[in-house]
């Protein structure tokens, strides 16, 4: 069993940016791939940025180039920096560990979910 609390939203100017944190607990950290995944109103969740158990790395390519996703296994937490923030990034941000890498980048799923947290980017 592993829970999962994100941390780190708000509201921020476009071109700003917001460094979300996701604290884990549980057992086994280390072999899950992680992701942050997103929704905005009205649309379906979708995969921000994944990270697997070897620090392999998949951005969105909505994101690439802006956003960073890393791990710190030691400290069971994962983190997603986001830069050049816009408003169309405004959505509830969720973090998600499975220890199938193929549901977290294909299958939009995972086995645990944290309950989210707000990102609004104001224009």
């Known amino acids: 069993q592993v829970q999962l609390v994100e941390s780190g939203g708000g509201l921020v100017q476009a071109g700003g940016s917001l460094r979300l944190v996701c604290a884990a607990s549980g057992r086994s950290f280390s072999v899950y791939t992680m992701g942050w995944f997103r929704q905005a109103p009205g649309k379906q969740r979708e995969l921000v940025a994944g990270?697997?158990?070897?620090?392999?790395?998949k951005y969105a390519d909505s994101v690439k180039g802006r956003f960073a996703i890393s791990r710190d296994n030691a400290k069971t937490t994962v983190y997603l920096q986001m830069n050049a923030l816009a408003p169309e990034d405004t959505a509830v941000y969720y973090c998600?560990?499975?220890?199938?890498?193929?549901?977290?980048?294909?299958?939009?799923?995972?086995?645990?979910w944290g309950q989210g947290t707000q990102v609004t980017v104001s224009s």
């Open positions: 998600a560990a499975d220890r199938k890498v193929s549901n977290i980048y294909s299958r939009n799923s995972a086995d645990y």
């Open positions: 990270i697997t158990s070897g620090g392999s790395t």
